[in-house]
């Protein structure tokens, strides 16, 4: 059983050195007697930048999520087969995704997070992105808490990441007027002629203020954030009276050991801005609805996703790593086998 394991608490950006590989022959491919485990052959790994947050020492960062323990597997979503079951919501054969291990066999003991994939004529590796975490996370900080409506102006930061990618196609289908920033020209063709965003811009080229006077010549009604930091204070100057912002992440904060402050705060009081924090976690009771509303668009091809697919367990950490240097196009995943 090949494994990527967690080596050390990356000091700043995590590195590919602060993982290690190994192989344990001492694996059973069977679910141990008096357990109601099952046992798990990984297809596709999800590289997501919370993770960065549980290479941290420390306890976690929710209830739910423990922080990697050194010398241990790195934890995080995945797609995978069910080849044993003694737990009687499933069966062998099942493909599940959910919390699984950085290797090519988990032997999972409460697999009380695992959701049984039911639409097998969507591509597996979906389920990583559109149909999973991230595809929940879009479409609950966008229709559950910006609550567009036809015509207003949507600004996307990360635009062109796993999350980004959705939300600029959601504010589409809903009438809006989106623009997204990334991080170099290859993402702002793909925003503008593969995702129909309505304009993009580079931020490493533009600076952000002057672009967004540009695109949003009357405000921004809804922001969908990110990235954090400086980018949020400059956006919080460029809201419309009666704003939402989606604080859905902040990448730019993750490898600083102080956080930058915020400044222009006061803004929210003066033009009535909504800004509200969420996790998906928080919203795993609207999944079905957004099954029931994304299926249609994918398989009509109305919604598209954009993966970044590296291939094996040993490209893992580099495509991890990629995230905080924006490498990733699209989602990034790990394929690790065929069916
Ligand atoms: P992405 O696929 O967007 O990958 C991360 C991207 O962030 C990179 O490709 C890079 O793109 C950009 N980036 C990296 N470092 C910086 C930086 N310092 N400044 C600006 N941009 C940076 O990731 P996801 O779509 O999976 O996640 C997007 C955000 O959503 C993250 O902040 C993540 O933590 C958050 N999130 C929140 C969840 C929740 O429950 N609230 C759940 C899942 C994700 P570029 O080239 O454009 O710079």
């Known amino acids: ?22 192989e344990d022959s001492t694996i059973s491919l069977e679910v141990p007697e008096g357990s109601n485990g099952v046992l798990l052959k990984n297809l596709y790994l999800s590289c997501d930048p919370y993770m960065r947050f549980l290479m941290a020492p420390g306890s976690g960062i929710e209830e739910e999520l423990s922080n990697y323990a050194v010398s241990s597997p790195i934890k995080g979503y995945g797609v ?28 999972i003991t409460k697999p009380d997070d695992l959701t049984t994939i039911e639409h097998k004529d969507i591509p597996l590796s979906y389920y990583t992105g559109i149909l999973g975490m991230p595809g929940l996370t879009a479409y609950a900080g966008f229709y559950e808490i910006c609550k567009p409506k036809v015509g207003d102006k949507v600004y996307v930061s990360a635009a062109a990441g796993s999350i980004g990618q959705l939300v600029g196609q959601f ?12 991080g170099s020209k290859e ?18 080229e533009q600076e952000i203020d002057a672009a967004l006077k540009r695109y949003f010549p009357e405000g921004i009604d809804i922001y969908f954030e990110n990235v954090g930091g ?20 902040m990448i730019s904060q993750y490898n600083l050991e102080k956080h930058e402050g915020v400044h222009n705060l006061i803004q929210l009081i003066f033009r009535n801005i909504r800004m509200e924090g969420f996790t998906s976690f928080a919203y795993r009771h609207v999944y079905s609805k ?39 196009v699209g989602k990034q995943l790990v394929a690790l086998a065929a069916k």
């Open 187 to 204: 993402k702002v063709d793909l925003l503008k002629n593969k995702l129909g965003f309505d304009d993009a811009f580079n931020y490493n």
């Open 1 to 22: 059983n090949k494994q990527v394991l967690f080596k050390s608490h990356p000091i700043g950006a995590p590195k590919e050195t602060d993982f290690q590989f190994c």
């Open 80 to 107: 995978s087969k069910v080849v044993d079951s003694k737990h009687p919501n499933f069966q062998n054969g099942d493909l599940v995704w959910g919390t699984t291990g950085w290797e090519e066999y988990s032997l």
């Open 171 to 182: 504010a589409k289908s809903a009438g809006c007027y989106v623009v997204g920033s990334a």
């Open 230 to 249: 400086k980018a949020l204070d400059t956006v919080v100057l460029n809201m419309r009276m009666h704003g939402r912002i989606a604080l859905c992440g």
């Open 290 to 328: 957004m099954l029931d509303f994304m299926l249609p668009y994918i398989r009509e091809k109305k919604i598209i996703c954009v993966e970044d697919i590296a291939e094996g367990l040993e490209n893992g950490p580099a495509a991890f790593v990629g995230l905080f240097t924006g490498r990733n």
